[in-house]
C-alpha cells in the first residue's frame, strides 16, 4: 500500500493541483491543458525515449477526432463508445503507417510524419469531403448522449474524466519508464548498435514505442473531438504540427513531468501573452531560444533535480542526472 | 579433436578502391582463446565486424559450427551465441549500471518478446544473484546505481565486459578491450578474462602484443588486410613479416649487410 501510493504520489500531487486550480482558473483553460499535455506526452515519449522527433502529431491527432467523429456523427451517440472508437482508429492507422516510418532516421521520420499530417489535411478537406463535410467539419455535440455517473457532455464532468484520463495515462508512462521496454527504448536512442549486439530488435522496440505514443495521441484527438462537439480538418493543419514539439522543449524533452509543465506554460502564455501582444509565437520563440541556449532541459527538466532535493533532503540525486526519470 | 566454431573462409572487405580485408582465413576452435593483432589499419577491427556481423563481406563465408552465418544479421549471430565488445568502450550512457547489465542479463536468460519487455518490470532483476555476482566480480558492485556516464574509463570498460560475459556467451569477441586503460585495470580485466578460459571461446584483438602476451595461446598477426603469420605468440613475435611491419625490422637486409 505504502509502495503504491509512492508510486503514484507524484502524479496525484501533479494532477491534483490541476484540479485545484480548477476553482480559480477557467474551466476550458484547465481542459484545454490536460488534454494538451495527453496530446504531448506521445510526442514527449517519442523525442525523448526514443530519439524521434515528429512533425506529424496532428496526423495521429486526427486519426483519433475523427474516428470518435465519425462513430457519434454516422453510427452511436455514446461518447465512452466514441472514444474508444477514436483510440482504436489511432491504433490502426499507427500501426499501419509505423512499419513504414519506424525504419527511417530521425529527420526523415520527422518529414514523412509531417508529410502524413499534409496527406490526412487534404483527405479530411477535399478527398474525404463527401463524408467529413469539408472544412464545415463535422458537428455533434447535440448527438453526445447524456450517460451516468459523468455526463461528458457537460464541461465540468468532461473535465474529472479527463483528469482520470490523464493520470491514467501517466501511470502508463510512469510504469513504461521502470520496464525493460522502457530502458530498451532509452537503449535504443542513447547506442542502438550496442543494443542490437545484446541481441534486442532496435526496429521492434521503435515500432512498439510508436504505436503506443501515437495511440496515446489519438486518444487525445478522441478527448478533443468529444470535448468540443465538432472536429474539422484544422486539427490536422500543417502549420500547427510543430506545437507538441514546441511544448515537448519547453517543458523539458524526456522528462515524465515536462508535457504538463510545458502544456501549462505554453496555453497560460497564449492566453495571457495574446491579449496583449499580437504575435505571441514571437515571444514563445524566444523562450524557446533561450530554453535551448540554457541547457535544453526545459522548465520541469531545469527544476525536477531541485525539488529531488528538497523531496530527499540533499540525497545525491544521481538518477536525476540522466534520462530516466 | 577440436570443434570448429568459427570459420571465416576467403573473407574480403572493400571500402571504394581500399581492401580493407583481403581473402583472409582463420580459424577459431571450442574453447580457444586466440588473438588478433596488427598495427593501425591493419584491418583488424574491420575483420571483426564481419565475424560478428556489423559488416557484409563482398567475398568469402563465414561459418559458426557448421552453419553458415555469412548474411545472418548480428542479433540472429548473438542468439546463436556470439557476444563482442567495441574499441570504443560502448554501453548505455545514461542508464545506471545495474540497468545495464539487466538488458544484457535479460536477452540472455529470458525470452525477450515485445510483449515479455513489455510487462516487466527492470527492478525485479535488480538483484538477481548473477548480476550480483558479476558486480563483485568487475568490481563495479561500489557503483552499481550510478548512471554510466558519471563512471571512469577503467569502469566502463569493465562494465562493457561484464555485459558480454554475463550473457554466457558461447564466443566471446573482444574488441580491444584494453585500449585506454591504465596497468592496474589491465591486470583487473585480465584476471576476470583469465576465469573464463576453457569455458569460452575468446577472440580478442589487440594493438598492443605485450598486452596479451601471457592471455591469448594462438594468434593471428594481420598487415594491409592480409594474414602475415598465425600460429604460437613467439612464432608470430619472429616471423620476419612481423617483425618487418610492426617493428620495421628488416631482417633480410640486416643478414645482407652483415653478409657485404
Redesign the interface.
Known amino acids: 500500500m505504502v509502495n503504491a501510493f509512492k508510486w503514484w504520489w507524484g502524479i496525484l500531487l501533479a494532477f491534483g493541483m490541476l484540479a485545484a486550480a480548477r476553482f480559480f482558473l477557467p474551466l476550458p483553460f484547465v481542459n484545454e491543458v490536460l488534454i494538451f499535455s495527453i496530446y504531448t506526452i506521445g510526442c514527449s515519449f517519442l523525442l525523448g525515449r526514443v530519439g524521434f522527433i515528429s512533425f506529424g502529431q496532428p496526423a495521429y491527432l486526427a486519426f483519433g477526432a475523427y474516428g470518435t467523429a465519425f462513430y457519434l456523427f454516422y453510427v452511436g451517440t455514446n461518447p465512452y463508445v466514441g472514444i474508444l472508437a477514436g483510440v482504436a482508429c489511432g491504433f490502426i492507422c499507427a500501426s499501419i503507417v509505423g512499419p513504414l516510418f519506424v525504419r527511417l532516421r530521425s529527420d526523415y521520420f520527422a518529414l514523412v510524419n509531417l508529410a502524413l499530417a499534409v496527406i490526412v489535411f487534404y483527405m479530411m478537406q477535399k478527398v474525404l469531403a463527401e463524408y467529413t463535410k469539408g472544412d464545415n467539419g463535422l458537428w455533434f455535440l447535440t448527438n453526445i448522449a447524456s450517460t451516468p455517473v459523468l455526463n461528458l457532455g457537460r464541461s465540468s464532468e468532461f473535465f474529472i474524466f479527463a483528469t482520470l484520463v490523464a493520470i491514467a495515462v501517466w501511470g502508463l508512462y510512469k510504469y513504461?519508464d521502470?520496464?525493460?521496454?522502457?530502458?530498451?527504448c532509452?537503449?535504443t536512442k542513447?547506442?542502438e548498435?550496442?543494443?542490437?549486439?545484446?541481441?534486442?530488435?532496435n526496429y521492434?522496440?521503435r515500432l512498439?514505442a510508436f504505436i503506443v505514443a501515437n495511440t496515446t495521441t489519438a486518444l487525445a484527438g478522441a478527448l478533443y473531438a468529444v470535448y468540443l462537439g465538432s472536429v474539422s480538418p484544422e486539427i490536422t493543419a500543417a502549420a500547427r504540427a510543430a506545437d507538441p514539439v514546441v511544448v515537448t522543449i519547453l517543458g523539458g524533452v524526456g522528462t515524465l513531468f515536462g508535457p504538463l509543465v510545458g502544456t501549462l506554460a505554453y496555453t497560460a502564455l497564449r492566453d495571457v501573452l495574446s491579449k496583449f501582444i499580437g504575435n505571441w509565437e514571437l515571444f514563445v520563440g524566444f523562450i524557446l531560444v533561450f530554453i535551448m541556449l540554457a541547457g535544453e532541459k526545459g522548465l520541469w527538466g531545469s527544476a525536477a533535480p531541485w525539488l529531488q532535493k528538497l523531496f530527499s533532503r540533499g540525497k545525491a540525486a544521481?538518477?536525476m542526472?540522466?534520462?530516466?526519470r | 579433436m577440436s570443434i570448429e566454431i568459427l570459420k571465416a573462409s576467403s573473407v574480403t572487405k572493400r571500402f571504394g578502391a581500399m581492401v580493407a580485408v583481403n581473402r583472409v582465413d582463420f580459424t577459431l576452435y571450442e574453447h580457444d582463446v586466440a588473438g588478433i593483432i596488427g598495427s593501425n589499419g591493419a584491418g583488424k577491427t574491420t575483420f571483426f565486424n564481419l565475424l560478428t556481423g556489423l559488416f557484409a563481406p563482398e567475398e568469402g563465408s563465414i561459418l559458426h559450427k557448421g552453419v553458415d552465418v555469412t548474411r545472418m544479421t548480428p542479433q540472429q549471430r548473438v542468439a546463436r551465441g556470439i557476444t563482442r565488445t567495441f574499441q570504443l568502450t560502448s554501453t548505455f550512457d545514461t542508464l545506471s549500471v545495474t540497468d545495464n547489465l539487466v538488458l544484457a542479463y535479460y536477452r540472455a536468460f529470458h525470452k525477450a518478446s515485445m510483449w515479455n519487455l513489455f510487462f516487466t518490470k527492470m527492478k525485479r532483476f535488480h538483484d538477481e544473484p548473477k548480476i550480483i555476482s558479476i558486480l563483485e566480480t568487475f568490481d563495479l558492485l561500489p557503483v552499481r546505481d550510478r548512471m554510466v556516464k558519471n563512471l571512469s574509463l577503467g569502469e566502463k570498460r569493465r562494465l562493457e565486459i561484464a555485459m558480454a560475459v554475463l550473457a554466457e556467451p558461447e564466443v566471446l569477441l573482444l574488441d580491444e578491450p584494453l585500449a585506454g586503460l591504465a596497468e592496474s585495470e589491465i591486470k583487473g580485466v585480465l584476471a576476470v578474462l583469465r576465469r573464463h578460459i576453457g569455458k569460452q571461446t575468446i577472440l580478442i584483438v589487440e594493438h598492443k602484443i605485450s598486452h596479451v602476451q601471457d592471455f591469448v595461446q594462438r594468434l593471428m598477426v594481420m598487415h594491409e588486410g592480409r594474414v602475415i603469420a598465425e600460429g604460437g605468440y613467439e612464432e608470430c613475435l619472429n616471423h620476419p613479416e612481423v617483425r618487418k611491419s610492426y617493428w620495421q625490422i628488416d631482417d633480410s637486409a640486416t643478414e645482407n649487410s652483415s653478409n657485404g
Open positions: 513504461l521502470d520496464t525493460i521496454f522502457g530502458a530498451c532509452l537503449a542513447i547506442n548498435a550496442k543494443l542490437q549486439f545484446l541481441g534486442y530488435s521492434k522496440v512498439l544521481d538518477a542526472g540522466g534520462e530516466r
